[in-house]
């Protein structure tokens, strides 16, 4: 792939800023990806050119390339942490730090995750329920031997 997701001066483009400010909210784990984010950017940018070219609207060709950067990002490990410790654990910890904790708690959390296939609709799953569940036990425990 080429470059085309930087600018000259090296700055990341609008696909690339637009997947970076989304990463940074619901993938922070990825934020630090430059690859990834170069690599998806250009993929966006490329599907927007072929849409263009096949007749496609500017709408139906940004719908397009949006459904590109995004993919297999809709669902986040990170959020669904951050509901749960508001949820489940508003007097340990506090609303304010609960971001921080999640990101703390997230890479604690790989044995519970590589039980399920996380896929942009894993929400609307009943094994979104399991999970939401296996995280609440996770984080109760690393509560109770302090390691959060």
Not at 12 to 20: A, D, E, I, R, T
Not at 40 to 62: C, F, K, P, Q
Not at 103 to 121: E, F, I, S
Request: aromatic share 10%; charged share 25%.
């Amino acid at each position: 792939m080429t470059k085309k997701n930087l600018s000259p001066q090296g700055e990341l483009s609008y696909y690339g800023l637009s997947l970076l400010s989304y990463l940074r909210d619901s993938h922070p784990e990825k934020a630090g990806d430059k690859t990834f984010i170069t690599n998806r950017a250009d993929r966006a940018a490329e599907v927007y050119s072929e849409a263009i070219r096949n007749g496609l609207t500017h709408i139906e060709a940004e719908e397009q390339a949006s459904a590109e950067l995004y993919r297999d990002l809709h669902f986040s490990v990170y959020n669904t942490l951050i509901n749960i410790l508001w949820d489940e654990f508003p007097v340990e910890i506090p609303e304010d730090d609960a971001r921080k904790v999640a990101l703390q708690v997230l890479p604690l959390c790989g044995n519970v995750l590589a039980k399920y296939t996380l896929t942009d609709d894993f929400a609307d799953t009943p094994a979104y329920d399991l999970l939401y569940t296996e995280l609440t036990g996770t984080i109760q425990i690393l509560l109770e031997d302090g390691a959060v």
